[in-house]
């Protein structure tokens, strides 16, 4: 089987979000020869694929794992796994993916761009916890419950400049949500490209800081949306790759859209 690594949400090689991507033959294998291949590839995600009998409500089935779990929903690998589609003639046109979070759809653009249907996830306004100052390094002013899809704890911070000088104790932060914490600030200069600015950190799942996290931005479109006046919008997420996610709120869907670039191609041997 031929293994891919994607860097996802950038144009360019060694930025973005890197998955890896497996196309199967046939059905999913074994859970433990999933989450074993995912701990191999040591990647925020891999993604596993594999076509579904036309005539169906999807194309494809898709799964996620962290090198340590199976996740709900992951936009990057999504993404990722759309680019080898699409780049490697296994599929054309829009891709219907059947997951845990229902049907997503990945649409190709001529540019190369890639826009992911994904649902909004719903913000519910929750008490800053006692000790996530402490814990992330920053007092936030505001914090929101993302749902059970996105799993995150979001929390507004003063300015771009302190979500970008974060420096938090990533085991506490485990203690807020169920997968980890989401910061985000207004941007600085919005002349620069970008909107909002946020940074990731999901210690539930083994991944200390996400590079570039499509499901997050499902919640900070409709946060910034709401006090931008507009309903699209581009984040940048501050990593040390860093990417940028082009948002655009449709209600009880959001749009996200990106680059990918493939950067490994291989054999899987196990």
């Known amino acids: 089987m031929r293994m891919r690594i994607v860097d996802a949400f950038t144009d360019r090689p060694f930025a973005g979000n890197p998955a890896g991507v497996l196309l199967l033959e046939d059905v999913f294998p074994d859970d433990d020869w999933l989450q074993n291949v995912a701990m191999e590839v ?4 891999t993604a596993f694929a594999h076509r579904l009998p036309e005539g169906g409500g999807a194309d494809w089935a898709l799964r996620w ?6 996740v709900a929903m992951c936009g990057h690998a999504t993404l990722a796994t759309a680019h080898v589609l699409h780049t490697t003639g296994a599929h054309t046109g829009p891709v219907r993916f059947a997951t845990r979070s229902g049907v997503l759809t990945a649409t190709p653009a001529a540019d190369g761009s890639v826009t992911l249907d994904f649902p909004t996830a719903p913000l519910t306004p929750a008490e800053i916890p006692a000790g996530a100052a402490e814990a992330l390094g920053a007092e ?25 000088g974060l420096s938090p ?46 499901s997050a931005h499902t919640a900070l479109a409709p946060h910034w949306s709401a006090r931008l006046g507009r309903d699209d919008l581009t984040g940048l997420q501050a990593s040390r790759r860093t990417g940028l996610v082009r948002t655009g709120l449709r209600g009880e869907r959001t749009l996200l859209t990106g680059r990918a670039v493939t950067v490994i191609e291989g054999e899987l041997r196990a």
């Open 140 to 164: 936030p002013v505001a914090a929101f419950d993302t749902g059970p899809n996105v799993g995150d704890l979001l929390v507004e911070l003063a300015d771009e400049r302190t979500v970008l």
């Open 169 to 214: 104790d990533h085991k506490a932060l485990g203690g807020y949500s169920s997968r980890g914490i989401i910061a985000t600030a207004r941007a600085e200069d919005p002349a620069r490209g970008y909107d909002y600015v946020s940074r990731c950190f999901f210690p539930n799942v083994g991944i200390d800081e996400d590079p570039v996290t499509g």
């Open 42 to 45: 040591n990647h925020a995600e």
């Open 65 to 70: 794992f962290t090198p340590i779990v199976e």
